[in-house]
């Protein structure tokens, strides 16, 4: 066998829940099989995903297949790169109205500081 063991530290709360799901979804066999079926679908995913994403100033952006085309090819017409495209047009978005930025800004503090969604 091939397969490498690993440990997994997770809450009580965390393995109640998952065990309530295997008792209410008993195809997904055990505890072991579950998590590794997760992580596969979870990587799955990313990798179709990462195609579709651009990354740079510290963030990741996805988009749509037919969107991220769009990008690229706007892109490569008066940019070095998608992620430069991306910036300025966010730049030109917020800077284009001093008082869009302030909002935006003033936003984030009230999210952040009262817990709730803006």
């Not at 690993?6 to 965390?14: M, P, Q």
């Not at 799901?21 to 992580?39: F, T, W």
């Not at 800077?95 to 952040?112: E, H, L, M």
Request: with cysteine; hydrophobic share 35%; proline share 4%.
């Amino acid at each position: 066998m091939d397969d490498e063991k690993i440990s997994l530290r997770i809450s009580k709360e965390e393995l109640q829940a998952l065990d309530a799901y295997l008792d209410e979804n008993p195809e997904h066999g055990s505890r072991s099989n579950l998590i590794k079926n997760a992580v596969r679908a979870y990587l799955n995913r990313d990798a179709q995903a990462g195609s579709d994403m651009i990354r740079g100033g510290g963030m990741t952006i996805r988009l749509p297949p037919y969107l991220k085309a769009s990008v690229d090819a706007l892109a490569e017409t008066m940019y070095n790169s998608p992620e430069e495209y991306i910036c300025d047009l966010i730049r030109r978005d917020l800077d284009a109205d001093g008082q869009k930025a302030r909002d935006v800004r003033d936003r984030a503090v009230f999210a952040a500081t009262s817990g709730i969604s803006p």
